[in-house]
């Protein structure tokens, strides 16, 4: 995923290395079948020729990007960094891990008490989620001082001019890393914004329970009907006046090149009239690659440019979405760009 209040709920703080490695893992089932037909077709003796198909060929070449990975991380992060299954470490990943779950503790709760709020007065307090996203935000920010994580953030008055407007956007940002998500909470300030989200991120602990208490939107990317209540519910919020945040390619990159956009966020701003704020996060991937638990060093080299916003009312979808993503790669470094 890719974006709210903070939504330190998407801030990679918290959430269990594992959640990395769900997805992009390639089975084949038919190999078995298909070379059962094919030894039955050659004679006897022949059939020695044919080479068994096996795992092994596919296993190795894990292994083998394992281990570079692991000397990658090991160059990244100095002497004393190790690996886990959940990801490398090093002292400062340590430090800043640690740093997180105990700032997280307070922020757990904070979220327990506006639980406890919202369910005394039926919601008719805070009725759009204020109160969830400030200890959020406090949470987010208080970590990034102490951990020297706080981006740059070029064109900061393009976000406060549009702000001053009291009107509601959709800010897009690129995903390569899990702080791109902090960053991009930390850019939008204290404000009321909602992330979107997927749905898996909702059974990590503190991260889930922000993430829900907050009104975030969660969308089950293999359900329909997820999809299309994730669409009303954005857009209601965008109509009332709450900003949306996303991050188009919907999910993390693992080249560090931006990935291609999917429509569906684009088309609650259509819908709804509100115009795109286009974020291009840079270096984000190299202070936490996808192989690390935490950041391995202080991100502060790390930049955030801001766009200026682009009107939805007046494109189709996909001119508004070929819009967002082309202002966006203009503020990313070569190595960060599609190939051509």
């Not at 918290?14 to 997805?23: E, F, T």
């Not at 060929?57 to 299954?85: D, M, P, V, Y």
């Not at 950041?295 to 508004?320: G, M, Q, W, Y």
Request: net charge positive; proline share 6%.
């Amino acid at each position: 995923g890719t974006s709210n209040g903070w939504i330190a709920p998407a801030s990679p703080l918290l959430v269990p290395g594992r959640q990395r490695n769900g997805r992009g893992c390639l089975t084949s089932s038919s190999s078995s079948s298909s070379r059962t037909t094919l030894n039955s077709a050659v004679p006897v003796e022949e059939s020695a020729a044919v080479p068994p198909a096996t795992s092994s060929s596919s296993s190795s070449s894990a292994a083998i990007r394992k281990a570079e990975l692991k000397a990658q991380a090991l160059k990244e992060g100095g002497l004393f960094t190790f690996n886990t299954k959940y990801g490398a470490l090093n002292p400062f990943a340590i430090y800043y891990g640690l740093t997180s779950i105990f700032l997280g503790l307070f922020w757990y709760a904070a979220l327990t008490g506006c639980q406890l709020l919202y369910f005394i007065t039926r919601g008719r307090v805070d009725r759009l989620k204020r109160l969830p996203i400030f200890f959020t935000q406090v949470w987010g920010e208080t970590l990034m001082f102490l951990t020297r994580c706080a981006p740059k953030i070029e064109n900061r008055h393009i976000l406060k001019d549009f702000f001053k407007q009291k009107k509601a956007a959709l800010i897009c940002a690129n995903h390569n890393s899990w702080m791109d998500i902090p960053f991009l909470g930390y850019t939008a300030g204290w404000r009321n914004y909602k992330l979107v989200s997927k749905a898996e991120l909702g059974k990590v602990p503190i991260l889930g329970k922000a993430i829900r208490v907050g009104g975030h939107v969660m969308v089950d990317r293999s359900n329909r009907r997820s999809q299309l209540m994730t669409l009303k519910s954005g857009m209601k919020w965008l109509k009332d006046g709450v900003h949306l945040c996303t991050y188009p390619e919907g999910t993390r990159t693992k080249t560090g090149r931006i990935g291609t956009f999917k429509n569906g966020s684009f088309k609650m701003a259509h819908k709804t009239g509100a115009p795109v704020i286009p974020l291009s996060i840079v270096g984000a991937g190299k202070a936490m690659p996808h192989y690390w638990m935490f950041p391995f060093r202080p991100s502060n080299f790390c930049k955030v440019v801001v766009h200026e916003p682009i009107a939805s009312d007046d494109k189709t979808e996909d001119e508004l979405a070929k819009a967002v993503r082309d202002a966006i790669i203009s503020g990313l470094p070569e190595d960060q760009k599609p190939l051509k």
